[in-house]
């Protein structure tokens, strides 16, 4: 095989237009386009940016000031405290789960159901 034997292709701007079109309808992403027409998605993302049509791209933007980001910190602060809180509360039944048992066992009862019962607990 020669290096000039690839095939170089060419696309009318009618179809390019269609193509950005189909996009923006939202039916078919990129990807299916690609499929759909025999495109490299880096191909439509180039038609893209030539249309300027930036309504298209996949672009994720975060815009935070100061007051945002301190707020996002206070609450990573406050969940961080809420799961120790819950930690320790689990722990905390855990262990008076156990002295009921322990309880149940030296004062003669089948099962800590039937001290509970016993105690109005």
Known sequence: MY?????????????KLKILA???????NKH????IYGINRSTINEWIKKYDRKDLMN???MVETNDEIS???ALQKEIEQLKKLLLKKDL?????????????????YKNVLELKKKLNI
């Open 22 to 28: 189909e996009l923006s309808t939202g039916k078919y």
């Open 71 to 73: 707020r996002i910190k």
């Open 3 to 15: 290096n000039n034997d690839r095939v170089t292709r060419r696309y009318s701007e009618p179809f």
């Open 92 to 108: 905390d039944q855990m262990v008076d789960e156990s002295y009921l048992e322990v309880a149940a066992q030296k004062l003669g």
């Open 59 to 61: 672009t994720r933007i």
């Open 32 to 35: 299916q386009l690609g499929k």
